[in-house]
């Protein structure tokens, strides 16, 4: 027999979590309504197909940006994927050991790091010393905020393989090299992925770190040796600028990289599921 | 020869672990050598400094350290108490069928990219608190400032404190939660005592988020109104250690003023790796 | 029995063959060329600076690619402190600025810079005041104290003794500045520190300031973005961006006592009888001229005088030759001022200077 009081707060309380759900959606509700109404709105073929036209002048498009980012977190995920994955797998063969602890230890604070940051140490190492913005530069910054994703991902992954498959394969003789990449990855390789997949997403987002690195361009090219143009930064430039067709072409710029984040984040979760089932003999 | 083997193995595959050690180390080395000339020049006058000056090339942090921690602090006082809500909702009290789905939903604004938040800050919110701040009398009504970087930070942090708090609660041992319904407990009550069991990892969650504010970049810059000033109002528009970075980087023309804004980057990366270690270690206690 | 690691690999390949037919087509660009022309690879020049002449200089870049297809030159305007320091850094082939580089930073440099002088621009005092729809007339003080602080509301005293049978109102004044390094703060705060000796010492000059008060925002852009959005608000932009995006700006009393609006005519009244020295580093703010626009400037295009990758240095100096005599007719459009003729033809013997 619950005293009134007690009840009406336990209640009350209940409500506020609820209410805070709502309140949560709905600036998720409100953002994803305008990037949707203004960027629909704002499509047309010459933004897939054109470059960006003279200062002051309506029209042209945003192409060599979209391949600009497309670009950049293949770079992110050439540097990324390997010394992830590969550092995921030693951490999980020897996880006790000192060494392991440091690497782990550095793979946190790397994760925490802000961008920005990231940012200035590869203008110091990539751009300086060469003594050019590139793509290759824009690359490393984002590689750099992936890896920590990917190692965290890839170490779970393969702690959780069954015990059983590690010992089949070192029963039969095989070599410590031998039985993880030839069993244990494949059979991690799925929920891998995902990892690898859910980084590219969140690196895709990224503007701060490109500013000083991949810096940015007006022109096609996919010479990875030259500044080149990306979609976040394309949008920021367009976004705090006065022009109307610019602050157009910025929503229509911001709507597809929601999509093509939704659209990795989808293909993360449904089609690596897919990929399991036919891991499975 | 397996032996050997599993030697080369373990070397090999240590190598590219020591690159990210190498890499953790490398940004300290590069943030601290090049901010040497600051460092120098000023000393822990820098930290204290309220002039940003890069005419006469005095150079003090303080602005933007202010800044940073108000709007920081303000986006966690906004956001923790729905984070935890939803985290509470979503673990304890919704039907099952809905978890899933409002989980999703959750991480969905996580993956809305820093620069959209941004473009939404500049033509959404902000005229929205401008109208706001006529209403409050502010004057003058500028709609950038402090309160859109509170408000558009808060936003942005909920995701990432909601889902850890979650993963909290999760392990909360239903033990605990039994024994409060057994000693007649509202569900409330219940709760609280699982909150009370978890509160080290969500005092951590609430952290993690407090990290990521401390480090947002291009939202912020786009709706604080850029102006390093030290105050408490809402409405005034200040500047954070992030935004005057992105702001004034690439045309930092002499060095002093390059290293000046690297000494900020160095502070950053101490700070938020203290607050994020600090968290993990919260967590880990409870979930490990 | 399924293969997946047949079917991954063909997954992969899909996935790789997909990547490489994005890269490997290129789109129609805004121009009619779609193809690299018969004369050779694809040669990329960066430059990077002031975004006072952004304007102009993408339809400049833009007119030159059109002639030479092989040729891009990626122009990004940070702003002029942007410009001088990446030049210096050598991470950009050429930089752009209103802002001249003082005696340290050209000491500072690697090695020596010249400057060019491209087109002559007016920086407006543009505003968003609701209610006002005359134009409003500042003198120098009266601009200076605004953004020293000191006049906070539109109707204060000074502003309304300058613009009489103008009804203002008690809105607080929301000033606008950049927060980038900007040659067009330069340029501003030159004029302001001419006219208001408060000004140069709580102030001074320089492409980055100490701002007294306002709202900083980034490049001729933001500014002219911002003061658009806010009202109440006071910002300072190239004339081209207060006509492109249809902002009121005010005319400014110059030297003689007469409140001038920027124009073709009174931004080239600035540069006339103005003595240019060798170096082409020469301020026009506050001019004499009785019918000078006060706050007219020169933008000058840096480029190193001995650059070491000498082919791009070949077809710089082509463009900035093109840029000086042809280009020059695009400047009135855009409503900037063409060079003087005695400017171009000093400039012309000066670009013999640069050593291919």
Redesign the interface.
Known sequence: MTSLRRRIVSRAAEIFCAFSVLVALLPLAFILFYVIKEGIGAMNLAFFTQMPKPVGEAGGGMANAIVGTLILIGLAALFAVPVGVICGIHLSEYPKSKFSTMARFAADVLNGVPSIVIGIFAYGIAVLPVKRFSAIAGGIALGILMLPIVIRTTEELLRLVPAGLREGALALGASRSRAIFSVILPAALPGILTGILVALARVAGETAPLLFTSFNNRFWTTNLGQPIASLTVQVFTYAISPYEDWHRQAWAGAFLLVMMILALSMIARFAVRRLERMNRP | MRRGDDRWFRIGTGAFAALVLLVVAGIGFELTRQSLLSIEKFGFGFWKGRVWDPVSGDFGALPFIWGTLYSAILALLLSTPIALGIAVFISELSPRALRQPLAYLTELLAAIPSIVYGLWGIFVLVPIIRKLEVMLGAKPALGVGMLSAAVILAIMVVPLTSSVAREILKNVPSTQREAAYALGATRWEAIKVAIGFGRTGIIGAVMLGFGRALGETMAVTMVIGNNPQITASLFKPQYTMAAVIANEFTEAADELYLHALIEIGLLLFIITIAINLLSRLLVRKVTA | ??D??N??MKKLTIIAAL?LA??GC?????TTTTTNAATGA?I?I?G?GATFP??IY??W??EY?TSHPNV?I???S?????????L?????FFGATDGPMND??LK?APAPILHFPTVLGGVVPIYNIPGVTSQLRFSGPTLANIYLGRITKWNDAAIAKENPGVSLPA????VVHR???SGTTYIFCDFLSKTSPDYKAK?????????PV??????N??V???V??????IGYVEL??AL??K?PFAAVQNKSGAFITASLDSVTAAAAGVAMPDDFRVSITDSDAKDAYPIASFTWMLLYQSPKDKERAKILVDFLKWALTDGQKDATA?HYAPLPKSVVDKELQAIAKIQL
């Open positions: 029995m399924r997946p690691e079917a991954s990547l994005v890269l290129k789109p129609n660009e805004t694809t990329q960066n990077a952004y304007p993408s339809k870049f833009d690619h891009q990626n122009y990004q940070i702003g002029s402190g942007g410009g001088i320091k990446q210096s850094a050598e991470t950009v340290e930073q500072n809105t607080d004044i929301a927060s980038d390094g102030v001074g000059v320089n492409t980055s300031v100490s701002w306002g709202v900083g925002a980034k490049g852009e933001g002219t973005g911002l658009q959005q806010t009202p109440g608000a081209i961006y492109q995006n902002i855009l």
